[in-house]
Each structure stands twice: as C-alpha cells, then as structure tokens.
C-alpha cells in the first residue's frame, strides 16, 4: 500500500472504527477482491464487537499490497457513501499541500538569502557537511584540482577542507555568492534540511 495511503488511514483510525459497520459486505468484496484471505477474514469476524472488527480490519489492509485501499474506497461506495468521501477528501488535501521551500524547512530567514554567507556561516557549514562537501563545492563552480588543493592544505582536517572551498567560491565570485546560491546547490546535494537548520540563524 502506498504510504499516503497508510498515513491517511492512521491518521482517521479512530473515526473509522466508530463510524464503519463491518458487515458481510465489505470484507465479502474484500475476500471476492482478494484482499483478504479466508484465515484473515476469519479473524475479523471473530471479533466481538463492531468496533474491534473494524480496527482489525485497518490493522490488515495496509499488509495487503498496493490495490488494498482502492479496494477498499470501493467497497463503501454502496452503504457508506460519507466515508468513502471523507477518505478522498482527505486525500486531495494530502495531496494539493506541497511541501515548503528548501530555504524555509533550513529555517533560513528570507533577508539573508540575496547576502553573502559570513565567516561564521561558512564555519558552521564546516561542521555540519559530510561526505558530500565535494559534490557541493563542484556545484559551486570549484574544479577538481581546487579540491586537491583544499585537501592537499589540510590532510588531517576535514573541516578546514570545506572551509578553505566555501572561502575560495566566496572570494572567486563576490556579491554572487549568496546564500541562496549555496542553499541550491546543498539541496541538489542532496543534503538533509534538517542539517541546516543553525547554520544560517
């Protein structure tokens, strides 16, 4: 089952195990979809109340592959028009909510973006980059032989490799060396937000 899919079910479990009446219906669509199996939809009629049959219900469906909950939209269609609603509503929503900017999820404040990164910027970028301090550098417009060069200068220092790159792309590129710039080529980095979240404040 897809992941929006299971969220999305977590999330309204309680509401669902309130208001779905687990007839015969929908887990005999279930069954004749192949959802469930028959020691599956057993276990589910076993339960002794409503309410326990439908939170086992939910607690099988997301085991059970990627038509699981399309499966199950439809198996509401005929008694429980609401839920069937709520659930793709809900969906839509998920769905239509993109995800905020890289600046703003490395809680970098919008008047630092067009300003070159100070010492003390580029000092805590120091720190925090990993492995893919070289990709981020090349991205900047350092070439191979300037990265030997910042390893060659400091063999045993990580940390001041990055540094001497961030100073070197600083001062080869003046005011064009902003923020915004070096948060571009962090996010084609691929490097977590979560990171940076210090190193602009």
Not at 34 to 61: F, H, M, V
Not at 108 to 134: M, Y
Not at 166 to 187: D, P
Request: with cysteine.
């Amino acid at each position: 089952m897809d992941p929006k899919h299971k969220k999305l079910l977590r999330s309204l479990r309680l509401y669902l195990a309130d208001e779905l009446l687990v007839g015969d219906t929908i887990v005999q669509y279930l069954y004749q979809e192949e959802i469930l199996t028959q020691s599956q939809l057993e276990d589910i009629q076993s339960e002794s109340s409503n309410r326990d049959k439908a939170l086992k219900l939910l607690d099988i469906l997301p085991t059970r592959g990627v038509t699981a909950f399309h499966h199950f939209i439809t198996s509401l269609e005929k008694e429980f028009p609401w839920i069937k609603d709520t659930l793709l509503q809900q969906l839509c929503e998920e769905d239509s909510d993109p995800p905020p900017p890289f600046t703003v999820q490395c809680g970098v404040p919008d008047h630092i973006l067009p300003t070159v990164p100070t010492t003390q910027h580029l000092n805590r970028l120091a720190e925090c980059l990993g492995p893919e301090w070289k990709s981020v550098l090349l991205d900047l417009g350092l070439s191979s032989a300037d990265l030997y060069r910042c390893c060659a200068d400091h063999p045993f220092a990580v940390q001041s490799q990055v540094l001497t790159g961030l100073v070197m792309w600083t001062q080869r590129n003046g005011r064009k060396a902003t923020v915004q710039r070096l948060l571009q080529s962090l996010q084609t980095a691929d490097v977590p937000p979560s990171v940076l979240q210090q190193v602009f404040v």
